[in-house]
């Protein structure tokens, strides 16, 4: 689990312009929304994508998106839940 | 609906940059062709005298490719465009190549990747992501 983790973090890093350093996150810091990361629609599509790469898990309902990219932790839950990584 | 592909794109003749499709697979691949002529109206000022087809429009045609792929019914807008890279200018009397291929796409919004070719020569490539602001017909 701890090596998926470091894996998200850094996809986190080199797919996308994040507000704060990636070691400046915790695993739970929300992606979304003025509390967390302040991502947007085109981030979680950016990070769909790094994850079917990284990964090869593919999320492609909008509604499952929501639930995964709450934050670092729960991707890295829905990639070993998946059988991934 | 028309039995024109071409119909597929909501834009006015006058701004459609695409001339033919070579190819569609529908959602997945699409290959098209935009001709240049001396006569297009954006080549009589860009630039007097030495007519040379805006990137921008060339960003344009490479749009309304990928868009082509969207589905039926369906209209959509930028939404990014990345990594875009320009490898030689277009001139009148070039025939542009332009091949979009869809990456995947979450809710509204769809990416695509996108390469322009000139005789077999790379014109231009970028990523392009388009958002649905109207959902094809049930």
Redesign the interface.
Known sequence: MNEIVQRVRHLLSTRLKLAKAVEQITDDTPLFGPAGLGLD??D??EL??GL?KEFGVV??D?AV?IQVLTSVHTIAEYVQSQGKG | MSSDPLSRLPHGLSFRFVDRILERVPGTKVIALKNVTCGDPHLQDHFPGNPVMPGVLLIEAMTQTAGLLLPDGSSAVL??IKEARFRRPVFPGDQIRIEAER?????G?H?FTVTASVDGAPAAEAEI?LAQTQAPPA
């Open positions: 629609s085109i979680a599509l769909v994508l079917e999320i492609e909008r998106a | 939404a990014q990456l995947g796409g979450l809710g919004l990416r992501v």
